[in-house]
T-cell receptor, first 112, second 113 residues
Framework: EPEVTQTPSHQVTQMGQEVILRCVPI?????FYWYRQILGQKVEFLVS????????KSEIFDDQFSVERPDGSNFTLKIRSTKLEDSAMYFC??????????FGPGTRLTVL | AQSVTQLDSQVPVFEEAPVELRCNYS??????LFWYVQYPNQGLQLLLK??????LVKGINGFEAEFNKSQTSFHLRKPSVHISDTAEYFC???????????FGAGTRLFVKA
């Protein structure tokens, strides 16, 4: 069964550094998402992406964040200058035109 | 805008006992409703979903949920839990355009022997 994959599984970075989290959505999916989950808290929506542009974004998704689909398979989340509070699990999700999002296993980002 | 409230942060229960995890939502538009499970150090797995039609929805691992529009609830139930059901359970709602999913705070189900 096709799955959403994410790399790396764990990323450690220094405060102020740029990070890129990578996702490979399921191949025939059209809608792509990023969510984050701070340790012990709920899963929060960051951004949705469709037809090569952002469809919707939350107030968390400020100018420090950007998303890109650089080729036909990858979907990336870039954090320009990481802060301590960016430490979280980041989940990528994708879906077809239907109603169910399929989530990847997540990337744990630790900012020191 | 939508919101989701999970009424219990933790639910301890003995093995083979029934369990209900409560979820209420609010929305000004029609929505789809979901329950996800997250095992320790893993991603989110879809348990079940309500889109339309029958208000009783059956999912994987013996779970079911009932959509109650008048009470804006979507409670998750299982008649007999196993130790392996110990996990975090998230109720979620999305608008029918599907551009984002809003999650509840989660309920930690702890099954004791």
């Amino acid at each position: 069964e096709p799955e959403v994959t994410q790399t790396p599984s764990h990323q450690v970075t220094q405060m102020g550094q740029e990070v890129i989290l990578r996702c490979v959505p399921i191949s025939n999916h059209l809608y792509f998402y990023w969510y984050r989950q701070i340790l012990g808290q709920k899963v929060e929506f960051l951004v949705s992406f469709y037809n090569n542009e952002i469809s919707e974004k939350s107030e968390i998704f400020d100018d420090q964040f950007s998303v890109e689909r650089p080729d036909g398979s990858n979907f990336t989340l870039k954090i320009r200058s990481t802060k301590l509070e960016d430490s979280a699990m980041y989940f990528c999700a994708s879906k077809t035109s239907g109603n169910t999002q399929y989530f990847g296993p997540g990337t744990r980002l630790t900012v020191l | 805008a939508q919101s989701v409230t999970q009424l219990d942060s933790q639910v301890p229960v003995f093995e083979e006992a029934p369990v209900e995890l409560r979820c209420n939502y609010s929305s000004s538009v029609s929505v789809y409703l979901f329950w996800y499970v997250q095992y320790p150090n893993q991603g989110l797995q879809l348990l079940l979903k309500y889109l339309s039609g029958s208000t009783l929805v059956k999912g994987i691992n013996g779970f079911e949920a009932e959509f109650n529009k008048s009470q804006t609830s979507f409670h998750l139930r299982k008649p007999s839990v196993h130790i392996s059901d110990t996990a975090e359970y998230f109720c979620a709602v999305s608008d029918q355009g599907g551009f984002k999913t809003i999650f509840g705070a989660g309920t930690r189900l702890f099954v004791k022997a």
